[in-house]
């Protein structure tokens, strides 16, 4: 009988960290596929703040021989994909010691800041960088290069595709069944921007 130790070496813990909008979901959903495609057994769990109001919104998503339960622990993410710069501070310390932190290079202000009521920190990504690996694109931008930035989310999860155990093509054959057949060309292209970036 395999201990829960054994079992918890085999599982791939991938968070996916963002706010309200910003197609944490539809990523969640592209991760899901590649990996069910590869015959694991993956578990996904979504987490609302305030989502409608532009909170946290974080999904999990757990793969491997046989996933018991879809939540990350503290520690335990292997991959991290942060949609915010604040957002990749809030969560870090779910990482791995050796984990990867992906980060889409964005600022957008939580209502505190918004309201006055704080300050949105400076030099986040330089102080992630020095307890984490972490790679950061500036999604938005490539998005608007391509035509669409709404495509953001598909370049951020591109980079981190790098850092998992599957193939290129695995990837593009999901990205391409998970998005509206009109949009198929412009969201492979995204996938491959942040692949190749």
Known sequence: ?????DMEKETKNIMIVGVGG???LLTSRILGGVMQNAGYDVKMSEVHGMAQRGGSVVTYVRYGEKVAEP??????????????RLEALRYAHFLKADGVLIVNDQ???????????????EG??????????????????AAKK??????FNVIVLGMAAR?????????????SEKVP????DLNVEAFLTGYEA
Do not use: C
Request: proline fraction near 5%.
């Open 1 to 5: 009988m395999e201990t829960k130790g």
């Open 22 to 24: 910003q197609g944490t």
């Open 71 to 84: 939540i990350v622990e503290e520690g335990q993410a292997d991959v991290l994909i942060a949609f915010e």
């Open 107 to 121: 600022r957008i202000d939580p209502m505190p800041v918004v309201t006055g009521a704080a300050e949105y920190p």
């Open 124 to 141: 986040i990504l330089e102080g992630l960088g020095e307890k984490h690996r972490v790679y950061s694109i500036d999604a938005m931008e």
């Open 146 to 151: 391509l035509g669409n930035p709404k495509v």
């Open 163 to 175: 850092h998992m155990d599957f193939s290129r093509e695995d990837w593009i054959k999901v990205v």
């Open 181 to 184: 057949e009109k949009l198929k």
